[in-house]
């Protein structure tokens, strides 16, 4: 229909009142806006409460956070291998003992309060044995543990049972190659220092293996302990009376946690070391020989992104050391006035100069 009488009741339309219906029934306007506003305002909390919660891995570490750096990447880019960015879809709580492993069953007392998803236990044995003695529900996973089987913390190596699992950091003779190693940049010497820190288990583990290798070379070696700053400063001084030709440090959370400090100690009392990890090397450090320990953590980070995709670490098998790595510094060598053997140049994995 078109003309006057169709323009006329398009007019009378649109002054017309519209007519709102809420379920069924008519209502008025000032109702119908009061509606949709509720309505609008509770869009928000039904979208909130269908979002999936973000997962909190619980990251519990017997180091400190200023020389951790390098491992935590690592770790991050295990987790980035499986699908999970630390700020979008994953958070890590982390909590730090700075080598006084008597503060690590209140930190994973207080991890597990988080009700984390899973719990990284980071930084060797003290940490490990921390985290299963605050929880037996919360998935673990630790870093580097010597012997996990006869500390308690798995059945086996090959189904864990239980909630933990991880990297295993045993591996038969490492504490006697590094004692060979030294034995071999450093011929004249007949007695060696070697480094522990008592309160770790794997310390005996090593100086059984250190004395034998020791035994075999025909010279001697004379273990040190240090569980405190004050107790490196009295083991790097007893070096002098002890006439010891060199210095084997072995892989440990305290120690890793002061590495500038050692590393300078070695310098200033100018004795030729080995250390078990690279980091020392880059450090001002003479030679290294183990683990990679960055390894160690980028795969911990695969086995925590798997857990959180729904496996279980009972069926995830505890994994050997894969990456080993002998590091030799050149310029400390030659401050030290060393000549390092050809041997050990074309066998060394990275020279540093």
């Given at each position: ?35 949709l506003g509720s309505t609008a305002a509770a869009w ?40 999970f960015l630390e700020g979008q879809n994953v958070v ?126 025909g010279i001697q070696v004379r273990v040190l302990n ?128």
């Amino acid at each position: 229909m078109s003309g006057p009488i169709a323009a006329l009741r398009e007019r009378d339309n649109l002054k017309r009142p519209i007519k709102y219906r809420h379920e069924g029934r008519p209502v008025r306007r000032r109702e119908f806006l009061s509606l949709l506003g509720s309505t609008a305002a509770a869009w928000p909390l039904a979208a909130r409460a269908q979002q999936p919660t973000i997962p909190v891995i619980g990251f519990l570490s017997s180091r400190s956070p200023s020389e951790s750096a390098g491992v935590i990447t690592a770790f991050r880019q295990g987790l980035q291998e499986t699908g999970f960015l630390e700020g979008q879809n994953v958070v890590i709580a982390f909590r730090w003992a700075e080598g006084a492993y008597s503060r690590l069953p209140g930190l994973a007392a207080e991890l597990v309060g988080l009700r984390v998803a899973v719990l990284f236990a980071a930084g060797g044995q003290p940490s490990a044995l921390a985290a299963k003695a605050a929880t037996s529900t919360v998935p673990i996973v630790f870093s580097s543990v010597n012997d996990p089987d006869r500390l308690g913390l798995v059945v086996s190596f090959n189904r864990p049972g239980g909630n933990v699992t991880g990297m295993s950091m045993s591996v038969a003779g490492i504490g006697g190659k590094s004692v060979a190693l030294l034995h071999e940049l450093v011929p004249t010497a007949r007695v060696l220092a070697y480094l522990v820190n008592p309160s770790n288990p794997a310390a005996e583990i090593y100086k059984k293996e250190a004395i034998a290798a020791a035994d075999a070379l025909g010279i001697q070696v004379r273990v040190l302990n240090a569980s405190t700053e004050a107790d490196l400063d009295k083991a790097f001084a007893a070096l002098a009376e002890l006439r010891a030709g060199g210095l084997v440090v072995i892989g440990e959370p305290f120690f890793d946690s002061k590495r500038d400090k050692i590393v300078a100690l070695a310098a200033q009392h100018a004795s030729p070391a080995i250390y078990t990890f690279r980091e020392y090397v880059a450090a001002g450090g003479l030679m290294s020989y183990g683990a990679s320990i960055t390894n160690n953590y980028y795969r911990a980070g695969i086995y925590v992104g798997r857990i959180l995709k729904g496996e279980q670490p009972a069926d995830l098998p505890v994994q050997l050391p894969t990456k080993f790595e002998l590091v030799l510094n050149l310029k400390t060598a030659k401050a030290l006035g060393l000549t390092i053997p050809p041997t050990l140049l074309a066998t060394a994995d990275e020279v540093i100069e």
